[in-house]
């Protein structure tokens, strides 16, 4: 079934994001709480200055290359939930390499370079046991990739207080900082690296790429949507799955990378900050397809940014964001659903 | 360790574990049913911060309660409607509905953080206590541990023991036969959810208004129970006697890890705190692996007694869920 | 129970399944309703039993009219069908099944339950323990389950799919011996079926549907070329024949045995040449489908040995017969042989060779439209597959077949299509047959396989005739072995 566009696709979707405000405004009306003035903080929050808007990119750039590697698991018919480990995983390894390259004489744009490659790595292998644990133990790969994301936290709260730790205090605050010359560049006086931001677009364009554009795709869509036609067609059904398990993973292990490289220059507990289920939701709010997903994904970054003013200014809870991100994504499911009611469909030549 | 604070921890054990208990069961009968309700996680964490706030504004214990159930109901109910009438992927309503329930409860719990509420005491039921081992174990808990007690039994009997108790399962095993004998299926799923539902919203106040009283946002440390609910009714087999086992394991693994720390320096505390998870993995392996395609080939070509004896016990570890779990109803 | 059914009339787009059918069955009569696959029997028996409502068309029960919308309708009425596949659950026992659905109070009251199954089971002779689990059943014991839980809740019609596929002999006595023990009784039943001695042993009275009609009716003392005259009538003109002397041997099968959960297969030893083309006869359900699945590498044989080109193949992998050459097209098309959700482009894309790492979009489109036009199918290559007519999809798995295949495996390659269509595919066939390759195919229509086999091979309950020259051997022939007589005494 093609996405659906199409003039009532169109007129559905803006429903939907009306209903979103609808609610959103309903549940801040219930909190006591200013609906107009919350959406002004967040707007102006977000996008008020040359800086809050260097800030959602720096947000945007692990949620693009995190969703961008679900666009390929969902191509597949996966659902990867274990995302988030798989940041953590690259994240980890980043950190790892790091500090092994940290005090070794390599230029720095080789250490971070290596950095970078060994995040990709690292989730790549964590997503990999996911996939491995479905194809071979028959373990969905929701629960699976749940129970490595608690893992994988643990690993990283292990690290940091344990063989990781800061000499003397070991701390939630995470692993010792890295020294500035083993950071992305960033722009100057903002967080934003530009180097961060080509390697999301990087990853998007790949995907798109491969997507679109590549016999692989087409297979891995086929894949996705017949696994049995597919194999019967002469598709190595397993073998493609386990690539988009490991394609997905490296982006998210790129994602882990920048986290650690260009945002928090250190292995904190929860780096994965949630942008591998906010990259699912973003995934299902674009219908699972790349095109308007940088965009959409933007929207998103904005309004987690912009809600940080919230807990300062109206003394409301940052979550606030989530609850508008996850409306919209209920309210367009819904819209799909009483679409898809409305077009009954002839009953075809039976047999 | 004293026996007195064995007995004493254990007690304990089983009172924590009364929330997940809840949660289970519920669960286990929503997806007996056919329906899976993945918004568990952010449920609990809904209802816990509804229902303690209830609790902290009208002074009752029992509305509190109640207004966890009605939560729990609500999104279920959510769930179902889009699954089964409006025919969208159960898995994605209740992902999303996971995550918003999480954020609902923060957003609208902040103005509740850190009071102190309301706490169900412990009630001992006299003269059973003072029975050696037993007493102290079983009955000086409080209410709520009672009736995740009682809950597991009833809710094994209902399914097991009762002519709609068969009725639940033929519904999520092979819909079409239960169809033409008479029993209106999506009616029944819609139900179940919601009955479901309502348990799963019950283990939210048994968080906020026993187990870990109060409401502390973020760190209120009941992130996670949902999705080990969730491992624990597949693990369960689906059947509540089963789940209430795997509940109970879980968190007598937890507090054996915090036993055991200081004893055993050299590993982390995070690895015993964490530990379950793994095992959550492995148990869910243990649990499906008989079914997959390659075990079956390799058992093919081995001698028939070593076949025979490892089917025998892969036969008793499989947990094979309810046929039709996920799948809307189609009349045609 | 008397049933009369007048004028029923159902179509399914321009299929008309049941054409005017009119029908009366005397109360306690066992009728038979006879017909090859696609003459319309099950679709009269799912309007008779509420799981279809006809286009038109009036049903009557003991003189009075009756309103049928849905299975519960019917199961109030007193109607109840007994499918080829039972509808039970599986992982519930016996007698749970038996009291399920069955109005009662909280508990389930089994012990009354316990009481009317073994009595009945006692009356029809019939052995089955109420504790066993109903997925350790064999089928034959699954419908006796389900006959007397319909026979308990009082049905006086009874309505029996193909009943004796897939069950032992014994067990087909001891059905046919409650069978009539019910039909004493005074309710009616009917027996669909394909199977020409147990309808001719068991029915008092035939009727003979064909392409959506009813073609005529017989009481006994029955006539076996008559019965088999009216369900498969006259050969149809179907263009030429091809005559190839055969090439080399492209495919062995020796003492091949494959088993499923309902049937043993074989033990089958046959061989397939370059240019050759196979017909696999029988009804539906008689096996067909497993050997040549088994003949693609999607089923290993329990025993025997195949070789492709004289190389053995056995247990090698789907994928490992197909880079020799096997080409497999399956029966069902949107289940296991087309991708809904993509279009007829991305379809000939997935099954090409790919050039390069991006797909020519231009070409790959251009390519579809020839293949489009080569194939008569009624679409663009814009046109997502799920919404072509069956016929047209049935036409682009043919155009998704590779070429320069070896060996052309195909599941009922012109099911649902017209009759130009059938000749117009078959004259594709052959052109492949002509550049070298052996096709072995399965197909429920007679004229089909008769037409453009050179050797046929019918299947009867898992049973495997000896290869038959399509030549000489006649309808009457191969509709008798398709019907269960005719084959040599012994164990099944």
Redesign the interface.
């Known amino acids: 079934m093609r996405p659906g566009v199409g003039v009532s696709g169109v007129a559905l979707r803006l429903g939907a994001v009306l209903l979103a405000l609808l609610f959103t405004t309903g549940?801040l009306l219930?909190?006591g709480a200013p609906p107009l003035e919350a959406y002004r903080q967040i707007v102006v929050g977000s996008l008020g200055s040359v800086k809050k808007i260097t800030d959602v990119l720096v947000a945007w750039v692990p949620l693009v290359l995190a969703t961008s590697g679900l666009l390929v698991t969902f191509a597949a018919g996966l659902?990867n939930?274990g995302i988030e480990g798989q940041i953590t995983l690259g994240a980890i390894f980043t950190t790892g390499a790091l500090r092994l390259t940290m005090d070794s004489g390599l230029p720095p744009a080789v250490a971070i370079a290596a950095g970078l490659l060994a995040g990709i790595l690292g989730g790549a292998l964590w997503a990999l046991l996911a996939g491995l644990?479905k194809a071979?133990?028959?373990?969905?790969e929701?629960?699976?990739g749940?129970?490595?994301n608690?893992?994988a936290?643990?690993?990283s709260?292990?690290l940091i207080?344990?063989p990781w730790g800061r000499p003397g205090v070991a701390s939630m605050s995470g692993t010792e900082p890295f020294p500035d010359s083993l950071s992305l560049p960033a722009l100057a006086g903002l967080r934003l690296s530009p180097w961060a931001v080509l390697l999301a677009v990087g990853g998007f364009a790949l995907v798109f790429f491969l997507l679109q554009g590549t016999y692989f795709g087409l297979r891995l869509k086929a894949v996705g949507k017949n696994p049995r036609a597919a194999f019967v067609l002469g598709i190595p059904t397993v073998r493609y799955m386990l690539l988009a398990f490991v394609l997905c993973g490296g982006l998210g292990g790129a994602a882990g990378a920048v986290q650690v490289t260009a945002v928090y220059h250190r292995l904190i507990p929860a780096i994965s900050s949630g942008y591998g289920?906010l990259g699912?939701?973003v995934a299902?709010l674009v219908n699972y397809q790349p095109t308007w997903m940088p965009l959409v994904a933007f929207f998103f970054a904005a309004l987690n940014i912009g809600s940080i003013q919230l807990p300062i200014v109206l003394?409301?809870?940052s979550?606030?964001?989530?609850?508008l991100?996850?409306?919209l994504?209920?309210f367009v499911?819904?819209m799909?659903?009483?679409r898809?009611?409305l077009r009954r469909p002839r009953v075809r030549v039976g047999e | 360790m004293s026996s007195e604070a064995l007995l004493i921890g254990l007690a304990g054990v089983l009172a924590a574990a009364a929330p997940i208990v809840f949660a289970t069961l519920g669960e286990t009968l929503t997806e007996r049913s056919g329906v899976i309700n993945?918004s568990v996680n952010g449920t609990i964490l809904l209802a816990a911060m509804a229902s303690f706030g209830v609790a902290v504004t009208t002074g009752s214990l029992l509305l509190g309660f109640l207004t966890g159930m009605l939560v729990g109901a609500v999104v279920a109910l959510?769930v179902a409607g889009?699954g089964i009438?409006?025919?969208?992927s159960q898995?994605?309503?209740g992902?999303?509905?996971t995550?918003?329930g999480?954020?609902?409860a923060?957003?609208?719990?902040?103005?509740f953080m850190g009071l102190s509420g309301p706490r169900l005491p412990a009630l001992a039921i006299p003269l059973l206590d003072g029975i050696p081992v037993l007493g102290p174990l079983f009955f000086r808990q409080d209410l709520l541990t009672y009736l995740s007690f009682v809950l597991i039994f009833a809710t094994w009997a209902w399914i097991f023991?009762?002519?709609?108790g068969?009725?639940l399962?033929?519904v999520g095993?092979?819909p079409?036969?239960?169809?033409?004998?008479?029993?209106r299926v999506n009616r029944m799923r819609y139900l179940y959810a919601m009955v479901g539902g309502a348990l799963v919203g019950l283990a939210g106040p048994a968080f906020s208004l026993s187990v870990k009283a109060g409401w502390k946002?973020t760190i209120s440390g009941l992130d996670?129970y949902g999705?080990i609910a969730?491992?624990i009714t597949?693990f369960g087999g689906w059947n509540p006697i089963r789940a209430a086992f795997g509940a109970y394991l879980f968190v007598f693994l937890q507090w054996l890890g915090l036993v055991l720390q200081p004893s055993l320096p050299g590993v982390?505390?995070?690895?015993l705190?964490?530990a379950p998870?793994?095992l959550?993995?492995l148990a869910?392996?243990l649990v499906?692996?008989g079914?997959?395609e390659?075990v079956e080939?390799t058992l093919a070509a081995l001698p028939d007694s070593t076949r025979l004896f490892i089917v025998r016990v892969l036969r008793s570890l499989r947990a094979?869920p309810p046929?039709a779990l996920g799948t809307p109803f189609e009349?045609? | 129970m008397r049933v009369d059914l007048r004028q029923i009339h159902k179509s399914f787009g321009p299929v008309h399944a049941n054409d005017g059918i009119s029908l009366t069955i005397p109360a306690g009569s066992i009728q038979g309703i006879l017909g090859e696959n696609g003459a319309g029997k099950s679709t009269l028996m799912k309007i008779l039993s509420g799981?279809q409502k006809a286009d038109s068309g009036e049903i009557w029960l003991d003189d009075r009219l009756a309103q049928i919308d849905?299975?519960?309708d019917t199961?109030r009425l007193g109607i109840g069908m007994l499918h080829q596949d039972p509808?039970?659950?599986?992982?519930?026992r016996v007698i749970?099944n038996f009291?399920?659905?069955k109005d009662?109070?909280?508990?389930?009251?089994r012990g009354q339950a316990r009481a009317a199954l073994s009595d009945l089971s006692l009356r029809f002779g019939f052995s089955l323990d109420p504790d066993a689990y109903v997925e350790a059943l064999t089928v034959g014991e699954r419908q006796q389950l389900e006959l007397l839980r319909l026979l308990w809740l009082g049905a006086r019609v009874l309505i029996l799919d193909e009943p004796t596929t897939g069950i032992s002999a014994l067990q087909k006595e001891a059905l046919f011996a409650s069978l009539r023990k019910v039909s004493e009784e005074g309710r009616t039943i009917i027996f669909v079926s394909h199977k020409l001695e147990e309808v001719e042993s068991l029915c008092h009275r035939v009727a003979v549907l064909r392409r959506g009609r009813l073609v005529g009716e017989a009481v006994p003392p029955y006539s076996t070329d008559r019965l088999v005259g009216m369900m498969f009538g006259r050969v149809i003109s179907l263009g030429s024949r091809l005559e190839t002397p055969p090439g080399e041997r492209v495919l062995e099968l020796d003492d091949v045995i494959v088993e499923d959960r309902r049937m043993t297969v074989g033990p089958v030893s046959l061989h397939v040449a370059r240019q050759e083309v196979i017909g696999l006869a029988g009804m539906e359900g008689s096996g067909q489908q497993l050997l040549l699945r088994a003949c693609a590498g999607l089923i290993?044989p329990v025993h025997g040995r195949i070789r492709l080109a004289g190389e053995n193949v056995l247990g090698r992998s789907y994928h490992g017969f197909l880079q020799r050459g096997v080409g497999f097209m399956p029966a069902a098309r949107l289940e296991e042989g087309l991708i809904p959700g993509l279009d007829l482009t991305e379809h000939f894309a997935l099954t090409q060779p790919p050039s390069g790492v991006m797909i020519q979009r231009e070409a790959a489109q251009s390519r579809a439209g020839t293949q489009i036009d080569a194939f008569h199918i009624k679409g663009t290559p814009q046109s997502p597959v799920e919404d072509l007519s069956g016929g047209n999809q049935q036409r682009t798995l043919l155009a998704l077949l590779r070429d320069n295949l070896a060996l052309l495996l195909l599941e009922h390659p012109t099911r649902g299509l017209d009759i130009e269509s059938v000749v117009w595919i078959w004259d594709k066939l052959k052109e492949r047959c002509r550049q070298g390759t052996a096709i072995i195919f399965v197909s429920s229509d007679l004229d089909e396989v008769r037409h453009y086999s050179d050797r046929i091979h019918v299947f009867f309950g898992g049973r495997v005739s000896p290869s038959l020259p399509a030549r000489s051997t006649t309808v009457d022939e191969l509709g008798q072995l398709i019907g269960g007589k005719g084959w040599p005494e012994g164990a099944p």
């Open positions: 549940i219930v909190a659902w939930i644990l071979y133990g028959g373990v969905n929701i629960f699976g749940l129970g490595l608690f893992v936290v643990a690993l709260v292990w207080f344990g289920y699912l939701m299902m003394k409301l809870d979550s606030l964001a989530g609850v991100q996850g409306a994504v209920l499911l819904g799909e659903g009483v898809r009611r | 993945l959510v889009f009438s409006l025919k969208q898995v994605a309503v992902f999303v509905l995550l918003m999480r954020d609902l923060y957003f609208l719990g902040n103005p023991r009762t002519r709609p068969l009725s399962i033929s095993e092979r079409a036969a239960a169809y033409v004998r008479g029993l946002g996670g999705w969730l491992a597949i982390p505390s995070q690895v705190q964490v998870f793994p959550m993995i869910l392996l499906n692996i079914n997959t390659w080939r094979s046929a009349k045609e | 799981f849905s299975p519960q199961g509808l039970d659950v599986p992982p519930m749970d009291l399920l659905g009662g109070g909280l508990r389930p009251r290993r």
